[in-house]
């Protein structure tokens, strides 16, 4: 074998290690790329996933049978954000007769009652307690416990421990919430604003 016979043939093996260089290159970037790519729908799978339940607007029967019918207080509050404007209805429910320093319960609750949505990505709305408080005659009482549950369409925070230091007559309760709207998207969700909410109400020392 000649000087060029041996030149060309080590070219034609550089030359085809050179291409399979490439190919494997390629093909590496197309896994790379498929592998972003499915990590990027997992992400988006599990962020839809993970979303809170959101509320449907209940009608005006709905809420008269419903655990609103036992509040003792109701007020209705608006809470807008960037996917829409939201009517949340809060309840407030007590013994309004309590031996003193004897602990109780306080309930609030809210359900949705209107929506209007500004957003075509916005499947719905979900409300968020943020924290929430007693406070009698304006002193916080710092030993509560709060349970947040639902029932139906409706969300209970259950306010336990209350403590009633007062010895007779009547008392001024307040319940205060700090909310937050959570807008849940076909895909994905955003917190929204937050709001405080304040029920005020009556309780007997006897």
């Given at each position: 074998?000649?000087?060029?016979?041996?030149s060309?043939?080590?070219?034609?093996?550089?030359?085809?290690a050179?291409?399979?260089?490439v190919?494997?290159a390629?093909?590496?970037?197309k896994?790379?790329?498929l592998?972003?790519?499915?990590?990027?729908?997992?992400?988006?799978?599990s962020?839809?996933?993970?979303?809170p339940?959101?509320?449907?607007?209940q009608?005006e029967?709905?809420?008269s049978e419903?655990?609103?019918q036992v509040?003792?207080?109701?007020?209705?509050?608006?809470?807008?954000?960037g996917e829409?404007s939201y009517?949340?209805?809060?309840?407030?429910?007590?013994n309004?007769s309590v031996?003193?320093?004897?602990?109780?319960?306080?309930?609030?609750?809210?359900?949705?009652?209107?929506?209007q949505?500004?957003?075509a990505?916005l499947?719905?709305?979900?409300?968020?307690?943020v924290?929430?408080s007693v406070?009698?005659?304006?002193?916080r009482?710092?030993g509560?416990?709060s349970?947040?549950?639902?029932n139906?369409?409706?969300?209970?925070?259950?306010?336990s421990g209350?403590?009633?230091?007062?010895?007779?007559?009547?008392?001024?309760?307040s319940?205060r919430?700090?909310?937050?709207t959570v807008?849940?998207?076909?895909?994905?969700?955003?917190g929204?604003?937050?709001q405080a909410?304040t029920?005020?109400?009556?309780?007997s020392?006897?």
């Amino acid at each position: 074998m000649d000087l060029q016979e041996i030149s060309s043939l080590y070219y034609h093996r550089v030359n085809a290690a050179m291409k399979s260089s490439v190919i494997s290159a390629k093909n590496l970037k197309k896994v790379a790329g498929l592998g972003i790519l499915i990590l990027l729908v997992a992400v988006l799978l599990s962020w839809t996933v993970l979303s809170p339940k959101t509320l449907l607007p209940q009608t005006e029967s709905q809420i008269s049978e419903s655990l609103f019918q036992v509040a003792k207080t109701t007020r209705l509050f608006n809470i807008s954000d960037g996917e829409g404007s939201y009517s949340f209805l809060f309840g407030l429910d007590f013994n309004e007769s309590v031996s003193p320093r004897t602990p109780t319960i306080v309930e609030s609750f809210f359900s949705l009652v209107a929506e209007q949505k500004s957003s075509a990505f916005l499947r719905g709305v979900a409300l968020e307690i943020v924290s929430s408080s007693v406070l009698i005659n304006g002193i916080r009482d710092s030993g509560i416990s709060s349970m947040v549950t639902s029932n139906g369409a409706i969300v209970i925070d259950r306010l336990s421990g209350v403590d009633i230091n007062e010895t007779g007559g009547d008392q001024q309760l307040s319940a205060r919430l700090i909310v937050s709207t959570v807008d849940v998207n076909y895909i994905g969700y955003f917190g929204g604003s937050e709001q405080a909410v304040t029920l005020n109400g009556t309780i007997s020392i006897t």
